[in-house]
């Protein structure tokens, strides 16, 4: 059974991306990896290593792609969240939530939710291609130029947007250099790979995530209302206070930008 923050269908778009998670290509400068327009100021644009301790976390996860991927191409491949671990340290951060983080999961997950015809149960697709966080993802592969990526991305968007105000369910698109694939295996939340896709874009999923996580024991000390965090659990338009908006930003490791605007997609009807 597919829970509320699973899309039941990908894109052309999404299935690229996957792949280039599964499977990335690390360059090998870290003057070639760079986010030229992160969501916040305080997130890093480029690598604080020095060359040499780049170069050794870049062999640490060539290692650990090949490992993940052992006929040569995406069989199991990366996770969401490994890949994010991948970038945590080939920018020298110090963890994945980490507010320095050039990216983050969740505008990963979005970014591969683009146009989705069917994205999930609570969340909704971005009507367009992020622009700065699709040439970031574009360093992560030789197989694929960011004027294609956004080719293609665009080439879904367009699709949806005619379908949705057209009344006609949409249809995957067909692209000449898109490889077709027997099967598509997409990363579940415990590292694995499933014929059902993954897609964790919304407030809820990430509550609960990072309960699963880390425990409940880091809501003590806090500073936050048990009762508003079930409402925002569990209610469609919760109720919450400042001290809330001020404090679970923090507990999750994103923004309070991020968090609104996380906010606002799961309570927006």
């Known amino acids: 059974m597919l829970s509320e923050d699973q899309p039941t269908t990908n894109t052309e778009f999404g299935d690229i991306l996957i792949k280039i998670i599964k499977n990335p290509y690390i360059p090998e400068s870290k003057d070639l990896l760079i986010h030229e327009k992160p969501?916040?100021?305080?997130?890093?644009?480029?690598?604080?290593?020095?060359?040499?301790?780049?170069?050794?976390?870049?062999?640490?996860w060539l290692k650990r792609i090949r490992d993940k991927n052992p006929y040569g191409h995406e069989t199991i491949g990366l996770s969401y969240d490994l890949f994010i671990e991948m970038v945590q340290e080939l920018f020298?951060?110090?963890?994945?939530?980490?507010?320095?983080?050039?990216?983050?999961?969740?505008?990963?997950?979005?970014?591969?939710?683009?146009?989705?015809?069917?994205?999930?149960?609570?969340?909704?697709?971005?009507?367009?291609?992020?622009?700065?966080?699709?040439?970031f993802m574009s360093c992560f592969t030789d197989k694929y130029t960011y004027e294609q990526l956004k080719e293609i991305g665009d080439k879904v968007v367009a699709e949806y947007n005619r379908h949705r105000h057209g009344g006609t369910a949409p249809v995957k698109l067909s692209l000449d250099f898109s490889t077709p694939e027997k099967e598509t295996l997409y990363l579940d939340s415990d590292e694995e790979f499933t014929n059902q896709p993954e897609e964790s874009n919304n407030l809820r999923s990430l509550i609960h995530q990072t309960l699963s996580r880390k425990g409940t024991d880091i809501l003590i000390g806090s500073g936050l209302d048990a009762m508003e965090l079930l409402s925002l659990l569990i209610d469609k338009n919760p109720k919450i206070s400042i001290n809330t908006i001020r404090c679970l930003p923090i507990l999750l490791g994103i923004s309070s930008e991020e968090f609104i605007k996380l906010l606002y997609e799961d309570t927006d009807s």
């Open 92 to 135: 020298g951060c110090n963890e994945p939530n980490s507010p320095e983080m050039p990216i983050n999961r969740t505008a990963v997950v979005h970014l591969v939710g683009t146009a989705n015809p069917k994205p999930t149960r609570t969340g909704k697709p971005a009507a367009t291609v992020q622009e700065p966080n699709l040439k």
């Open 39 to 60: 969501a916040s100021d305080h997130r890093l644009q480029k690598s604080k290593l020095s060359d040499k301790e780049y170069s050794l976390v870049r062999d640490k």
